[in-house]
């Protein structure tokens, strides 16, 4: 075939398959990237939902136990032997990422709850129930000054409606109950 003014010097046909070649590599890139992405992310993001998962699980404990004892919160020093009738796997007790640092805990709970009915809670949306808090240590605590950014400057937190979320200031949660 020759090549005729104004050509790149490709055939038609040889264009058009190559720019189906690029899309075709590009698709699978598409395809692809959700899978291995993980594996070159940070360590404190791709434990995150697995920490909110835990999180919620433990939400789902405290509901259960509320349901039992005539709707009263957990006391601070037993809500994990408290839940403990009511979970699956104590496993989610523990951070993923404090776990895969060898260490247990993680998780904090809301001090200023003691006992109290959650009727009485006024917001139960805003006042945290457990969170993000210090490995080996920190079940019981109160306020922000407990509370550990460890997922990518978010802290995961369960409240007291039992819904979770991953939070990036704690300026706006309510610690008191009332």
Not at 115 to 138: E, M, Y
């Amino acid at each position: 075939m020759g090549q005729r003014d104004g050509d790149a010097g490709y055939p038609p046909k040889r264009a058009c398959g190559i720019a189906v070649a690029i899309g075709m590599l590009l698709l699978l890139l598409l395809i692809v990237f959700p899978f291995i992405a993980p594996h070159f992310g940070s360590p404190h993001h791709s434990n995150m939902p697995s920490c909110l998962g835990h999180l919620k699980q433990i939400g789902a404990g405290v509901a259960m136990y509320r349901n039992d004892y005539d709707g009263l919160l957990p006391l601070p020093g037993e809500w994990r032997g408290a839940i403990h009738p009511y979970i699956k796997n104590d496993s989610i007790l523990d951070c993923p990422l404090v776990k895969d640092e060898g260490k247990t805990g993680g998780y904090a709970y809301n001090a200023p709850l003691a006992g109290i009915a959650a009727k009485a809670v006024v917001s139960p949306d805003l006042v945290p129930l457990a969170f993000d808090s210090l490995p080996d240590r920190g079940l019981v605590a109160g306020g922000s000054r407990r509370i550990v950014m460890r997922h990518e400057h978010t802290a995961n937190i369960v409240f007291v409606d039992t819904h979770t979320k991953a939070v990036k200031s704690v300026d706006d949660l309510k610690w008191d109950p009332k």
